[in-house]
């Protein structure tokens, strides 16, 4: 095991997992949680060893948001977003915003969320005009996890005269050019806070940009997140199959462990076939399904109590199905649903 994995395996066994109940019950994160994370280095997971990033591999970064989605998905969903604002400070070729945030970003110093999903659709629900010394955005982005836990947001908006999508860092708060903050009552990760944004001509300032880029090239980009989503509903799986051996039931939760080894692995070797990461994606929000329905099943009467963890893992796999999800995954995941007598 790794430094790194380590760290986030004692997080998730002394700081996570004995909070997860009471953070889903009152729809609050400690701060607690997220200085830890930042004091054991997670907030630079995917930052440049330069700036503060501890160099871990792609496939560990993987098994460090399973580890901690395990114990909290809720903290761990919430926690994950900022990478997104880290990754485009890596990759900006505004250097002097990179120098001016990225060190902070990777400290945790600077906490970010990230505002994409307006640029998904057709058309775009967030768009971007040209305006003096930067960029107009108006429109809405329907999900927002993060806001009044975050500083910073990496929103995306698109340019409909040019095709591009313009992106870059906004201020996490209300303001000139925030129309409306609308609060989401969530079935699972209430504690995520997450809203939908109406903006309305929010000023982006060019020195805050950090890509403009071919909306295509956008979405190929998105590809390797379809991968880093499907550590959360892989983490699921690894508590629901605890819970359903601690219920007596150690077959199926080997069955359980031994199906998400086999789509993890099948995932990890398709990462050079974006066309077949959206089906894969799919198959782990289904087997999160699976083996939250288990582990109600395992505990019997008493999982359908409200502090008993069998029914929050069942909501939070329903979490999984939609959350940071495409249309593809979306097709794909109806097919599963949908095939007579099940998949198998």
């Given at each position: 095991?790794?430094?790194?994995?380590?760290?986030?395996a004692?997080i998730?066994?002394?700081?996570?997992?004995?909070?997860?109940d009471e953070?889903?019950?009152?729809?609050?994160?400690?701060?607690?949680h997220?200085?830890?994370?930042?004091?054991?280095?997670?907030?630079?997971?995917?930052?440049?060893?330069?700036?503060?990033?501890?160099?871990?591999?792609?496939?560990?970064?993987?098994?460090?948001?399973?580890?901690?989605?395990?114990?909290?998905?809720?903290?761990?969903?919430?926690?994950?977003?900022?990478?997104?604002?880290?990754m485009?400070?890596?990759t900006?070729?505004?250097t002097?915003?990179?120098?001016?945030?990225?060190?902070?970003?990777?400290?945790?110093?600077?906490?970010?969320?990230?505002a994409?999903?307006?640029?998904?659709?057709v058309?775009?629900?967030?768009?971007?005009?040209?305006a003096?010394?930067?960029?107009?955005?108006?429109?809405e982005?329907?999900?927002?996890?993060?806001w009044?836990?975050?500083?910073?947001?990496?929103?995306?908006?698109?340019?409909?005269?040019?095709?591009?999508?313009?992106?870059?860092?906004v201020?996490a708060?209300?303001?000139?050019?925030?129309?409306?903050?609308?609060?989401?009552?969530?079935?699972?990760?209430?504690?995520?806070?997450?809203?939908?944004?109406?903006?309305?001509g929010?000023?982006?300032?060019?020195?805050?940009?950090t890509?403009?880029?071919?909306?295509?090239?956008?979405l190929?980009?998105l590809?390797?997140?379809?991968?880093?989503?499907?550590?959360?509903?892989?983490?699921?799986?690894?508590?629901?199959?605890?819970?359903?051996?601690?219920?007596?039931?150690?077959?199926?939760?080997?069955?359980?462990?031994?199906e998400?080894?086999?789509?993890?692995?099948?995932?990890?070797?398709?990462?050079?076939?974006?066309?077949?990461l959206?089906?894969?994606?799919?198959?782990?929000?289904?087997?999160?399904?699976?083996?939250?329905?288990?582990?109600?099943?395992?505990?019997g009467?008493?999982?359908?109590?409200?502090?008993?963890?069998?029914?929050?893992?069942?909501?939070?796999?329903?979490?999984?199905l939609v959350?940071?999800?495409?249309?593809?995954?979306?097709?794909?995941?109806?097919?599963?649903?949908?095939?007579?007598?099940?998949r198998?």
């Open positions: 095991m790794t430094e790194m994995l380590r760290r986030a004692k998730a066994d002394e700081v996570l997992l004995p909070a997860a953070v889903d019950r009152t729809g609050t994160i400690p701060d607690g997220f200085r830890r994370l930042a004091e054991d280095g997670f907030y630079g997971l995917v930052a440049p060893p330069e700036f503060g990033g501890p160099g871990v591999e792609f496939t560990e970064f993987l098994q460090v948001i399973e580890t901690l989605a395990s114990a909290c998905l809720t903290t761990t969903f919430t926690w994950l977003q900022h990478h997104g604002v880290v485009g400070l890596a900006t070729p505004n002097a915003l990179r120098d001016r945030f990225l060190a902070r970003a990777a400290g945790g110093e600077l906490r970010g969320g990230g994409f999903s307006g640029v998904l659709p058309p775009p629900r967030l768009r971007a005009a040209r003096d010394g930067g960029w107009s955005l108006t429109g982005v329907p999900l927002v996890s993060g009044g836990l975050v500083d910073v947001l990496h929103v995306s908006a698109l340019h409909e005269e040019t095709g591009e999508v313009v992106n870059g860092l201020a708060e209300r303001g000139p050019g925030v129309g409306a903050v609308h609060e989401l009552d969530l079935v699972a990760a209430q504690a995520s806070s997450t809203v939908r944004l109406v903006f309305d929010l000023v982006l300032p060019d020195e805050r940009v890509s403009v880029v071919d909306r295509a090239a956008f190929d980009g590809a390797l997140g379809v991968r880093v989503d499907g550590a959360l509903p892989l983490g699921l799986v690894q508590r629901a199959a605890s819970a359903v051996e601690t219920a007596g039931r150690p077959e199926v939760a080997d069955r359980l462990r031994a998400a080894g086999v789509l993890r692995a099948r995932f990890d070797a398709a990462l050079g076939e974006p066309e077949s959206p089906g894969l994606r799919a198959e782990c929000s289904e087997l999160a399904l699976r083996a939250g329905g288990a582990c109600v099943v395992a505990a009467g008493g999982g359908l109590l409200r502090d008993h963890p069998a029914q929050r893992l069942a909501r939070e796999s329903l979490f999984t959350v940071a999800s495409r249309p593809q995954v979306k097709a794909a995941l109806l097919g599963l649903l949908d095939a007579p007598g099940g198998r």
